[in-house]
């Protein structure tokens, strides 16, 4: 899922400083599951909204809404009623949800309320990790199911590195070498022969090269 | 103009199983404590959001204060561990939001500590005290009509005694 987090108290007041209704808009899909943009956030964010806007003397009502998913149009029209009634829109959702909602209601301004921070998983009860880089080309079958392009600090495809201590690595120790990694779950499932080749460089031109990616399924196409 | 004494008003979320008894406890032991409390009964102090907290802020409370079973002594274990870091959390969002950290504070109590359990409360309301009226709600704004707003009075069941 994609996991976001909040930003800060301060910083939203200034986004939305020239405007005197807000509607808060959250998700119910992935920032509700990372705890960032969940209904559960709208409330705390918009009653944290309204106090510091009081404190600060400024006039801001704010409105509460979540719907299903910011970044699918179906859901994106329950909220057209809602983004009427006020001047601007705080997105709690993604980075794709605050653009859906912005091209869906072009008139209005749509701010982000979060930080859009990875794609990963929750590693355990309030700890998320970063699992995936969105690549666009997977060489996860290579490594046992570990990505070095996103859990290496160095980015091998030819790791290790060599600066690892114990397990951990040297960049981040805090982190395990996710070479260490490599190599333990290769060894675990019979693969040690795939660490003989030399892979070559990576071909980002299917990652960040080249500006917004686009897939057109043409058997889907109607 | 005539200047009106500043009341605090402060909410206390107390859990069933040790403050809430505790409370109980000082009103059968006839120990008084200020009026300007308010008691909420939580089944543990786990079960207190976030959002509780805020909403205690947002519509006039001026200090709330979360009192929970003594570490170690939950009856479910942990709530008063999690509600712990609830409230940390809180306190740092206060103070993100302008208001002082001290307006919302934790104490552990046990069912039988009704003394401390005044103590507590005491001391919550004369800290609120010096800092003065919430800025919430000091400056003309009402909380929603919807909400029930916490008002001063003298008809606390416990102080009446």
């Known amino acids: 899922m994609i996991v976001a987090e909040r930003k800060k108290i301060p910083e939203l007041l200034d986004i939305v400083k020239e405007h005197q209704k807000l509607l808060v808009l959250g998700c119910g899909t992935c920032v509700t599951v990372c705890l960032a943009g969940g209904e559960r956030e709208v409330g705390i964010i918009s009653s944290a909204l309204r106090i510091a806007s009081r404190l600060q003397g400024v006039d801001l009502a704010v409105e509460e809404l979540t719907i299903e998913r910011q970044c699918d149009n179906v859901f994106i029209e329950q909220a057209a009623d809602a983004v009427e009634r006020n001047d601007a829109v705080l997105s709690l959702g993604c980075g794709a949800g605050v653009q859906a909602i912005a091209e869906r209601y072009h008139n209005k301004p749509v701010y982000a309320g979060l930080n859009t921070t990875f794609i990963g998983i929750l590693e355990e009860q309030g700890i998320w990790t970063e699992k995936c880089t969105a690549c666009g080309a997977c060489i996860l079958h290579e490594y046992g199911g570990i990505c070095p392009v996103t859990r290496c600090a160095k980015h091998m495809l030819n790791g290790p590195c060599g600066g690892s201590r114990e397990d951990r690595c040297e960049v981040r120790p805090d982190v395990p070498c996710a070479w260490q990694l490599i190599y333990a779950r290769l060894k675990e499932i019979g693969q040690l022969e795939k660490l003989h080749r030399i892979v070559p460089p990576k071909d980002w031109s299917r990652s960040l090269d080249g500006g917004q990616r686009v897939i057109i399924r043409q058997d889907h196409r109607i | ?161």
Do not use: W
């Open chain 2, 1 to 161: 103009m005539e200047r009106v004494a500043f009341e605090p008003r402060v909410l206390a979320f107390c859990c069933h199983y040790c403050a809430y008894a505790a409370a109980d406890l000082a009103g059968t032991m006839r120990i008084q404590y200020p009026a300007n409390v308010r008691i909420i009964r939580t089944p543990c102090t786990g079960r207190l959001e976030t959002e509780f907290l805020i909403k205690a802020f947002e519509t006039g409370a001026d200090g709330v204060l979360v009192a929970g079973c003594l570490e170690g002594g939950c009856h479910y274990t942990s709530g008063n561990l999690y509600a712990r870091r609830r409230v940390q959390y809180m306190r740092d969002m206060l103070a993100e939001m302008g208001l002082e950290k001290e307006r919302l504070r934790m104490v552990n109590i046990s069912a039988a500590m009704a003394r401390p359990l005044s103590d507590a409360i005491t001391d919550m309301v004369e800290t609120v005290r010096k800092l003065g009226p919430s800025p919430v709600t000091r400056n003309g704004h009402k909380s929603k009509p919807t909400e029930s707003r916490i008002e001063p009075s003298n008809a606390h069941p416990q102080s009446a005694i």
